[in-house]
């Protein structure tokens, strides 16, 4: 507990600078170091809930051994629940001194893409993209599709989407993997259960400084978009493609009938992608020796299935499974994701012991 002492002799210390006329008069100064006391402030709340916690119980447990019969129980009886108190407000402390990724709070790109399974696969790839819309609704996160490969038969092969809000990447970061769907296709007269998987990738929002992006490497080709059965055809040339020429990343965007907001969309997706990049060259040593509880968020990574017939969902990386399919599917993840976050957190505070 030294650590949160010290922080907390800070946070009392800062909160007496506060005070000094002479930061007063320096505006400066003076947001400063509030910023700096914010910054710290839920845990030295914490800590000073730690101390009363820990006071009351022990004023309450010295109080019985005075006492005899029936205020004697009572002052125990108190003094217990001070400790049970005290031990939830150690564990809050503990979450609170958890190291927090920056990257949480961000927008985010989602990429869904078909995998095994043919046109079944694409089918889900839809599924999952009402999904995640359906969730992002909920969230009141801004959704805006940036290419969809759609198929013929109402289905998917690639959907790649930019999800704006504080928090969204937070959030849909557990996403990220294999996912696997067990249902009867429309097409099987038999009956018989088929198996087909779709891959989603969850991308921080990339700032500007960390993308490392010099638009002189990028190549801009313009084209015309299309769709599926010649949907949403247009006679000029508004879909962007971009490659970057180092790393040979390319982007589409045909989403927008403007040429200028299709480009802005998929810079947007290629920043994400190169700082994805970068980031994943710069931690692959330590990726390859570090296993989690909620998995290491590799794409190739097997994370959840959904089996129709039994209207059950199952993620593999915390064993849990939900039988709430249909309101799922809707967008209702929130029950999923917060154990999935619980078990991140578990894990961060076992490997802090």
């Known amino acids: 507990m030294d650590r949160v002492k010290e922080i907390y002799d800070k946070y009392i210390s800062l909160g007496e600078k506060l005070s000094d006329p002479a930061v007063l008069a320096d505006m400066d100064a003076w947001t400063k170091l509030s910023k700096e006391r914010a910054e710290i402030e839920e845990i030295a709340q914490a800590y000073a809930a730690c101390l009363a916690a820990e006071r009351e119980m022990t004023d309450a447990f010295s ?9 004697r129980e009572l002052l125990l009886e108190e003094g217990y629940a001070c400790k049970e108190k005290l031990a939830a407000r150690k564990e809050q402390l503990r979450l609170l001194l958890l190291p927090n990724d920056r990257r949480d709070e961000r927008g985010c ?4 893409r078909a995998g095994a399974g043919g046109e079944e696969a694409a089918l889900f790839v839809y599924d999952l993209y009402r999904m995640y819309r359906g969730y992002c609704e909920r969230r009141r996160f801004k959704w805006e599709a940036v290419d969809l490969n759609e198929t013929e038969l ?4 690639e959907a790649i989407v930019n999800i704006s809000g504080k928090g969204a990447y937070g959030r849909l970061k557990y996403e990220s993997g294999v996912h696997r769907v067990q249902r009867v296709p429309e097409t099987e007269s038999q009956g018989r259960i088929h198996t087909s998987t779709a891959t989603v990738a969850v991308l921080p929002e990339a ?3 960390e993308a490392e992006l010099d638009e002189k490497d990028v190549r801009v080709d313009l084209f015309r978009s299309s769709g599926a059965g010649g949907q949403k055809v247009n006679k000029t040339e508004t879909a962007i493609r971009l490659t970057h ?3 040979g990343i390319v982007v589409t965007c045909q989403d927008e009938r ?3 907001k299709n480009k802005e969309k998929a810079y947007r997706v290629l920043k994400a992608r190169l700082y994805d990049y970068w980031r994943s060259r710069r931690d692959s040593a330590e990726a390859l020796n570090r296993k989690s509880l909620v998995g290491t968020g590799d794409r ?3 994370v959840r299935t959904y ?4 209207s059950r969902v199952t993620d593999h990386r915390i064993g849990l499974s939900l039988h709430n399919m249909e309101e799922l599917l809707a967008g209702d993840l929130d029950g999923m994701i917060d154990a999935l976050a619980r078990a991140d957190r578990e894990r961060q505070l076992a490997e802090t012991e």
């Open 307 to 310: 089996n129709f017939p039994q």
């Open 300 to 302: 190739s990574e097997r």
């Open 245 to 247: 020429l180092p790393t």
């Open 109 to 112: 790109t989602l990429e869904l």
């Open 207 to 209: 700032e500007d400084v």
């Open 154 to 157: 109402g289905g998917m092969k």
């Open 258 to 260: 403007s040429q200028l």
């Open 63 to 71: 109080e019985a051994e005075k006492e005899t019969g029936e205020m």
